[in-house]
């Protein structure tokens, strides 16, 4: 979330430096323009905003938490593509070419990171699945359950303040996900 706070500044600060020299906002907030550097850029701005303000205003637009996280997701990959393209199109600081292989580094980085974390790590999952063999309620609203290991399976050990994502649904790429 932090970090998230940070990187929108950062935006936000360059879009107000560009409004102060260039005095024509119109020209690097649209998104459909013809320059390639200037729309990349304007749809990465557009995104942050877009991402931030669902992320701030998630409750109160009523979405449910796994809509905002697909939606989050895709907006994340967006701004991360569309910044990259900015940066290498416009070249002012790209030109460098170790710049411009650090930029597109950056941007590989996170696309296998996502990729590890939203496909690698689900197929991974698939092959262990834990079944619920019961549930018992403890207390009023305070469900105990029952998790049977995969065949050959076991639990790694417990260290108390733990938790575990449990995954519901057909498969593991099921947004919902909830923390026990």
Do not use: K, N
Not at 40 to 55: D, E, K, M, Q, R
Not at 97 to 111: C, D, K, Q, T
């Amino acid at each position: 979330r932090r970090m998230g706070v940070a990187a929108t500044a950062f935006v936000l600060a360059h879009a107000g430096f560009l409004a102060i020299r260039s005095g024509t906002p119109r020209a690097w907030l649209d998104p459909f323009q013809r320059d390639l550097g200037r729309a990349t850029g304007a749809a990465a701005f557009w995104l942050v905003l877009l991402v931030v303000g669902t992320s701030l205003f998630r409750r109160r637009l009523r979405w449910r938490y796994e809509t905002w996280q697909l939606l989050h997701g895709i907006g994340a990959i967006g701004i991360v593509l569309g910044a990259t393209l900015h940066a290498v199109a416009q070249g002012s600081y790209s030109r460098v070419p170790a710049l411009r292989l650090l930029l597109v580094g950056y941007a590989a980085l996170f696309l296998v990171l996502f990729g590890r974390y939203r496909l690698w790590r689900p197929l991974r999952i698939w092959r262990h699945r834990w079944s619920v063999a019961g549930i018992r309620e403890v207390a009023r609203g305070v469900l105990l359950l029952d998790l049977a290991p995969p065949a050959g399976g076991a639990w790694a050990g417990f260290e108390p303040g733990q938790f575990a994502w449990l995954i519901t649904g057909r498969t593991p790429f099921s947004l919902e996900q909830h923390p026990i």
